[in-house]
């Protein structure tokens, strides 16, 4: 399962989520203000609340959009 730690005003965000949509993969947005267990969450897995954070496993993550890294936990190489 993938997801997208997120904010609700937040460019690099929708600019992941646009991504993952036009690659055709499905993923669950967390948004960190909404909700405080996904916040402690998105903190408990990169050590900050800097957003977005992608993951796939819930143990590697990419934090803002660098292409290549998604790529690569994605398994899109």
């Not at 005003?9 to 405080?36: Q, T």
């Not at 900050?48 to 936990?73: Q, R």
Request: proline residues 3%.
């Amino acid at each position: 399962m993938v997801k997208v730690y997120s904010i609700s005003s937040c460019p690099w965000c929708d600019k992941v989520k646009k991504y993952l949509k036009s690659k055709g993969i499905e993923y669950e947005e967390r948004n960190i203000e909404k909700n405080d267990a996904y916040r402690k969450e998105c903190e408990a897995l990169s050590g900050d609340t800097v957003v977005p954070v992608t993951t796939v496993d819930g143990k590697n993550y990419v934090v803002s959009f660098e292409k290549d890294k998604l790529d690569a936990i994605l398994g899109l190489k």
